[in-house]
């Protein structure tokens, strides 16, 4: 009786620490999205908010991960529990880079709002933005409801993330050539560009922290056919239960 | 019987899932039990899967996650599935700790209470320069001296009409500032005593002014946006001495209230009615339609002081007896306030 109320307390912290997990992936989106709107609307108060508040997605980290170390020691893990913790620990690592890389944006927005705009109001890099912000959504959704289907459709967009990151990158070497005086700018938006495909790649992470909790195999770098073949051979054997 | 409670069940599901607001039932534990097919396209929820999830595990915008914990009014967030879009949240607890969320797109009113604020915005600016303009000329033409006697009046009162709407005008600006800031007020250190002493001066050396007296606690300082407490000061001072006749007094108080702090205006005045008080802070709200425009009033003061405050996290309260005057009282709390002295010896004083 007494040790069954210890394993039941277990999982509840277990469950508590996944909220806040999540709960801080819901202030990177915030912070995305903030670092986001300060490039677009030229608000450079707006940019240097966000990098100012970035210190509070590193308590979280730090906080969760003190958590997590503690449900580390704890007696009563399955091995599900211990690989529910392991991609906790990774996930966090990742959200707080998204957070360090959406700090960067901000810093940067707020240089760029005191600088002519392009006719286009960075219509490029608004759209690279928007697909990884819901790569970010998305990500997490997948991390909230254990999605195998969902993470795996994430990780695969991150394709197109790259190809976008690569036409602006492209092109932002066109404009120094075209016009040296421009150079200061383009390379700042080119920075941005930089930031916002490394978070699609911390977003990916996040995805293959979920097939790894999920089927318990680590697919990390080993290619889409791969992964795709892995979680089939998982679910012909039986799937292991999530909760 | 069976059928009946089947029937019954159907259709309060049928009549749930016909409503446009969306509504989700939460557990103690803030686990989803139930929600109508409203929250599917509002919120994304997946009525197959998302049963038993925490609901802030889905909806995780900080902003709901700190109302969750103190759910007080209303919270409004972006639509998880199109930023576009906002969504009023509403936590109605009931029974042994269970709630139910009620969910809103409050999409249309937001960008009405946007448009509303770019037009005051926009037309208080486009007024100020012709108002420059004739401010000017007057000004020459006063000072000029050529122009007949007889017209030395008209043109003083027009230069105080336009003065008038000068300071309506930044009066209007300076409130759809407030109000278009959301975040709370910066925190940085303000010297009350600094602040509070020249305002002090230049109402005490006006000529028909009532008898001011200041005390403050010079220890006590504060944490904000200096220009912003500047105008809370200013505008109740301002009220203060155009409500009260000269013959009245006016009590000024910078004040520690245990940890946190407490500006108050007292004076002996006329006193507004207690039927008044609840609007009072609302913009041109006026208690006494001729009254308050022959003092000079912009009708703008309070709903000034009342937005500023709110972003410094305070609360104006305010205490009223016809004929006898009125206080008002600025409470800020204790992580506004600066004080070197420990908080001990503060309850002892």
Redesign the interface.
Known sequence: MKSGHATHSFGENL?SV??AV??M???V??QF?RATRALSEADSELGL?VANDDSKVNKMEVSIDGECSRLLAAPGATANDLRLILAIIKTITDLERIGDEAKKMGMLAAGLAAVERPSTNYRDLRNLARHV?EMI?RA??AF??L?DKEALEVVKSDDIVDEEYETIYRQAITFMMEDPRTIKRVMDITWIARSLERIGDHAKNICEYVIFMVYGEDIRHTGLENIEAAISRANSKQKPSVD | MTDRYKRLLREVRECTDALQDGGIILNSAHEIVWFNSAVTNLLGLDPARDRGQRVDNLIRHPDFVAYQEDPQGEVVIPSPRDPERHLAIQLVPYGKGQSLAIIRDVTRQIRLERTRRDFIANASHELRSPLTVISGYLDALAEGGELPESWEAPITETQRQVDRMTTILSDLIELTRLESSEDEAEYEFIDVRELLEPIHAEFSNRSKSPRLELRLDAELALLGNESEVHSIFFNLINNAVRFTSEAGDIQIQWRRDGAAAVFSVADTGIGIQEEHLPRITERFYRVDKGRSRETGGTGLGLAIVKHALQRHNGRLSIESQMGKGSTFGCHFPETRVVSPRSPQRVVVN
């Open positions: 469950e996944r909220t999540l709960n992936g819901g202030l989106e915030e999205e908010q912000k959504h997490l959704d909230a409801r999605d």
